[in-house]
DNA sequence: GCGGCAAATGACAGCGCCGTCAAAGGCTTT
DNA sequence: AAAGCCTTTGACGGCGCTGTCATTTGCCGC
């Protein structure tokens, strides 16, 4: 029986090249330990019902024959499930987005199932690419900061057993479990603060139209201002995506005949504008942002402050936590991640009128 | 033949909730829509030699049914090879690791290749074992900003086909390719414009030792202030791995003795904790602050800017474009990408003594 | 001394898909 | 009309692994 003349596994294999680059299977080790393949699964996946003798045996096998068992085959024979749940941001380099990042992958450890990550990079047709794609393979769960505006049509994804999880913005159009920051509270706080400061004129400087998140906080802010019988129509900007478009939207703000004497920064990025127009004004500006930012204390800038790694970390909590019933009944909770306001001084400069 | 007994696959699965539940297999399509899988899988593949006849029923089948391919078991049946890289990092919400990030993201796109992030939290173990996990997974590679000192267990891995691709920090006891940043050369030029500006007391706020990157940096750091016949023991500071470690370091150093007159922050992490330092220190202090961050604009401060974006698609270009030869062979080149000193004031303060 | 039980092992049939090859038909060529 | 070629289709055998079930062996109790 011990005497086969088979080949020895080592040299079955002539197309190899100079060094090794054959993976073994199963069946070599098993083979090699002259046992039957099921008996090797059992060693590598530390079943019970193995003598000692037989694990050292298909253990040395394995070691000498470099086995790595193969994680496809594996789950294919199992049943499936894929090991990751995937995250499509409109900007990794968005701290905001990295931070939500973060927290995602932060709760994610130890549960055996890895982040994997896409940038959609704010354009819908690439966003609905990539959730087909991630569906297709098979994700655990889609985790979705979504610039499209109507998301009726993912509605066949969540049918096929895939949950996709809102994050920041809420679905319209469907019924899936979201996580927001409270952006009517954030921004009605802020704005409110400026007025008790005097303010009377007092410019906001917002991202796409489009986007969800920039649609409530506009509101929250022409709601305090109309609130406070102030007019708000020549001091609000929008579609203001990033730093530098925000920072000529500001500037121009400021260059007008009756300039407001306050700026409410609608997101980190219109943040990072106002602040570079703000900067070489003549006079001082009052500024306040929305999402708080490492260093913001050091520039002493007053923000509505979010956690955006609570958000993610909630968001895959709750995609660990429920079962495989979610997909059957999205409840279409929607979880309220709350803000502060900071005070750093930026906010709190009185109305120079 | 016809009438076999058996449930139809429909009600096949009687533990399914109220919607579908069931994803159809090729199989199933192939059944309903009358044609043989191997065709059914022609037309989901848009292979050729299909009547557009027969596609047309096999895609109104699938469409029906709700057909989505399974790429496990596809990749199964093929040979292999995963479709994603994994990114291993310190920590995403480093904004310089979220760069990098970004910057392989941006690569992939369009290759039918995606990312899987995972960060380490700077801990060899879980660094190891997410190298592992990774390999397991098949990735088709690892790109790894690593922490660990020694990499020579990663041989065995390289041997199984995965190439790892180290970002930031070169290898140590292995051969592999690398994309790193000019520290040498990053470093000396902030030193020595700080001494040309009269700084004769310079210090330095670093990062953990153990810390590839940092080694080099300090080195320079060394270097130079040798070269110019400067005292450094007295005025380094190491271990200062988050703002709150690099302010309280700083702080410590100015507050002594013989304080000095000009900081370099090692990073962008200690470049944060400086400047809340020096922010109120009674008298002026010159900060350099290696790696480029938004707001130095803003805040004045000199920076040794880099490109993390351009290290992370160079590193994932390198992937995509090398064929799976690399396996047998990693050259261990190394790309080195530049560094400019960005002189926004900070860093042009004379010294006062 | 024999039934009965648990431990230990292996044969076998797939998981869902794709590659190979053979077969069938239609067309052109000589 | 025979030969040759291309298109279209399907049967079949895996990819590498695991679940199920059957088989073998050792050991208990009465």
């Not at 049943?79 to 990042?101: E, K, Q, R």
């Not at 998140?213 to 019988?229: I, K, V």
Request: with cysteine; hydrophobic share 45%; proline share 5%.
């Amino acid at each position: 029986m011990t005497v086969a003349p088979m080949a020895t596994p080592t040299e079955a294999r002539p197309p190899g090249g100079p060094a090794g680059g054959h993976v073994p299977t199963l069946a070599e080790v098993a083979r090699a330990a002259g046992v039957s393949m099921k008996t090797a699964s059992r060693v590598i996946n530390g079943e019970r019902y193995v003598t000692a003798e037989t694990r050292d045996k298909v253990l040395k096998a394995a070691g000498e024959l470099g086995f790595v068992p193969n994680a496809l085959a594996s789950a294919l024979a199992r049943g499936m499930t894929s090991h990751s749940i995937s995250l499509i941001t409109g900007d990794l380099s968005n701290p905001f987005y990295a931070a939500i990042a973060t927290g995602v992958e932060n709760e994610l450890r130890g549960h055996d199932i890895h982040l994997t990550l896409a940038s959609s990079g704010e354009d819908d047709r690439r966003e609905v690419a990539l959730i087909e794609e991630f569906a297709l393979r098979r994700s655990r769960a889609i985790l979705l900061v979504s610039t499209v505006e109507d998301h009726s049509g993912l509605e066949t994804i969540q049918r096929r057993g895939i949950p996709i999880v809102f994050l920041d913005r809420a679905p319209s159009g469907l019924v899936a479990d979201s996580f927001v920051i409270d952006n009517s509270g954030g921004t009605r706080a802020a704005i409110e603060q400026l007025i008790s400061f005097g303010h009377r004129r007092i410019g906001y400087i917002g991202d796409y139209k489009r986007i969800q998140t920039h649609q409530t906080r506009f509101g929250a802010y022409t709601a305090a201002m109309l609130a406070a019988g102030l007019d708000w129509e020549s001091f609000a900007v929008r579609d203001a995506h990033n730093p530098d478009a925000a920072e000529s939207l500001a500037r121009e703000l400021l260059a007008s005949a009756d300039p407001p004497t306050a700026l409410f920064a609608a997101n980190n990025r219109a943040t990072v504008g106002c602040l570079r127009a703000v900067k070489d004004h003549r006079c001082p500006v009052a500024l306040i942002g929305f999402d708080d930012f490492e260093l913001a204390d050091v520039l002493g800038v007053t923000t509505v402050a979010n956690d955006p790694v609570a958000l993610g970390r909630a968001a895959a909590r709750k995609v660990l936590d429920t079962p495989v019933a979610a997909l059957a009944a999205p409840t279409g909770s929607t979880t309220v991640i709350p803000t502060t306001l900071v005070r750093r001084g930026s906010g709190e400069i009185p109305s120079a009128d």
